[in-house]
């Protein structure tokens, strides 16, 4: 079976019609959906795209893994998907964004060029890359965000667009009414139509490449097909940049009480630049609009792969998971981009259409059990027929939900983590790097949000408040909620997270393994072990050294 990984860049649960947006149409997400399972609490390990990513691609929280912002290489060695894969026959390929940075200096200490094999996958999350393009290709004084050749760029150069960054000056840029360009990097132009032909745009260039791969490519393989879009700059090329107007935006989900003596960790991140920004309804009502016709986009852009599956009968032997690093706040809570852990930022869709019989009896269904991002590494174990090793996985498998079975001893928690330390939010907190931390667990009813720094906790009680409004941290009539989600939190930090080159059944070898070669401190006499274990230490002694200092034979 192959098992296609399909990531979309911070795309909302909400914004898709079979989780019960009211005008947003995507047909083809629903039919995934009604082909699978459609897991409706599942949150990411970090809002933070680079972070969320490695807790995909190792199966292990943020803090376990250590690349908790965008730009923190994943460390040399970091056991990856596609380590996993390769050991039971199955290729791990990479076509779209991951939004890592290698190890440089791990793997020059190790003597790891990046021309080799294992450096090429070292510096691709452990993925063989088909299409590697992070798709943010800014350029500045100072040169360009990200210096690696785009092959985006090179596509778009062979299709006759012109300059340096074809990708800035067209893909992601319109015309205003003086014939100038008009940058998808201001909100102000959201609402134009994209300055190039709809089929070279990203999402459908991305497309034709996932299409190409498996036209070329031999099974069974796993493809992360990781697309940018609808992540910003917000702008979308005809016919999709005015499919939708500000009649067909959702009713924003802030309320004045959570500005009034909020949390200071709230009140930083709702003063930065993206939530002042979303704080004007004429941003939202231009950027919205263009959010909604780029999901659209991607959309139609799956109904081809879908109808190319089908058409060439592959459907039978293709697993398809859907699927998002995070969300976006769209002005929700004061907020822009996917700063905190209100829903519409931490929360993520995820479907699953598994194609063997096994999973029949759950078709077209949904999942309410809480799921972590991190359980799609041991999902793909599982589907590719190992066993997630659990001192490294930190996951675990979907596949029995996914099989009607319901797991007695499933998680009562999801956890999720923001390291700041980088920001400005940081320093108009006045706090360290090492304090600029914060920790996310979520019951299923509480959501509490830990900051370190000596701050107070933030509580949200989302069976009585499902819009997150209420902060009731502060409230002592809830400090015993708080302590019970403390204790969880504490749990989870006690979890054994770094052993990762030893496994149970490695410990269970071991055990008294040293006393089988010899190895018998603390005995007494040797009555307390077996005989067989003193016998290379009983016997005459061959040669005496007291005696006579000579080594006479005895």
């Not at 990531?7 to 959906?33: E, I, K, W």
């Not at 036209?215 to 090329?237: D, N, R």
């Amino acid at each position: 079976m192959n098992i296609l990984f399909v990531m979309y860049d911070q795309l909302r649960f909400d914004y898709l019609s079979c989780a019960g947006h009211p005008h947003l149409h995507t047909p083809n997400f629903d039919r995934v959906a009604a082909m699978g399972v459609r897991f409706t609490n599942a949150y990411v390990q970090s809002p933070i795209c680079g972070a969320s990513r490695m807790s995909y691609y190792t199966g292990r929280y943020s803090s376990s893994h250590g690349a908790q912002w965008n730009g923190f290489p994943l460390r040399v060695g970091e056991v990856t998907l596609g380590d996993h894969l390769r050991k039971l026959g199955m290729d791990a390929w990479l076509l779209g964004k991951t939004h890592m940075r290698v190890d440089a200096e791990g793997m020059a200490r190790l003597g790891l060029s990046p021309d080799s094999v294992i450096g090429a996958r070292q510096s691709e999350c452990g993925f063989d890359a088909w299409a590697r393009d992070d798709g943010l290709w800014g350029q500045g004084p100072d040169g360009f965000y990200d210096t690696r050749r785009s092959p985006y760029n090179e596509y778009l150069k062979s299709k006759g667009y012109d300059g340096e960054n074809p990708w800035a000056d067209y893909a992601n840029a319109g015309i205003d009414d003086n014939n100038n360009m008009a940058t998808g990097w201001m909100f102000k132009n959201a609402d134009r139509p994209a300055n190039i032909r709809e089929e070279d745009s990203e999402t459908p260039w991305l497309t034709s490449e996932t299409i190409r791969f498996m036209e070329a490519t031999q099974g069974p393989w796993l493809a992360h097909v990781s697309y940018i879009k609808p992540h910003w700059p917000y702008i979308v090329p005809a016919p999709y940049h005015n499919m939708y107007g500000p009649q067909h935006i959702k009713p924003v989900r802030r309320d004045e009480c959570e500005r009034i003596d909020a949390h200071p960790v709230y009140s930083a991140f709702m003063g930065n630049k993206f939530g002042q920004a979303f704080q004007r309804d004429d941003v939202r009502e231009k950027v919205i609009p263009a959010y909604m016709g780029l999901i659209k986009q991607a959309d139609d852009q799956l109904g081809r792969l879908l109808d190319y599956l089908e058409a060439e009968d592959r459907l039978k032997d293709t697993m398809i998971v859907i699927t998002s690093d995070h969300g976006d706040y769209l002005g929700d809570h004061w907020l822009g981009d996917k700063d905190l852990f209100h829903d519409p930022s931490v929360k993520v869709p995820l479907i699953i259409y598994d194609p063997r019989a096994s999973a029949d009896a759950t078709r077209g269904t949904t999942c309410d059990a809480l799921v972590e991002a991190i359980d799609l590494a041991a999902t793909f174990v599982d589907a590719a027929g190992g066993e997630a090793q659990s001192h490294i996985i930190e996951g675990r498998s979907l596949l029995p939900w996914i099989r009607g079975e319901q797991p007695m001893d499933w998680r009562k928690f999801v956890i999720s983590e923001y390291n700041y330390s980088i920001t400005p939010m940081r320093t108009a907190l006045g706090v360290s790097s090492k304090d600029a931390r914060l920790f996310m667990v979520f019951d299923g009813r509480y959501k509490m949000i830990h900051a370190e720094g000596g701050f107070r906790p933030m509580l949200f009680d989302l069976q009585n408040d499902p819009d997150e409004f209420h902060d009731l941290g502060a409230d002592d009539a809830y400090a015993e909620v708080c302590a019970s989600l403390y204790e969880m939190l504490a749990s989870w930090g006690r979890r054994d997270a770094q052993r990762v080159t030893r496994s149970e059944a490695d410990l269970n070898a071991m055990r008294g393994a040293s006393l089988r070669k010899g190895i018998l401190p603390f005995l007494v006499d040797g009555s307390e072990v077996p005989e067989e274990l003193t016998e290379k230490y009983r016997g005459p002694a061959r040669q005496n050294f007291l005696k006579t200092g000579g080594g006479e034979h005895v």
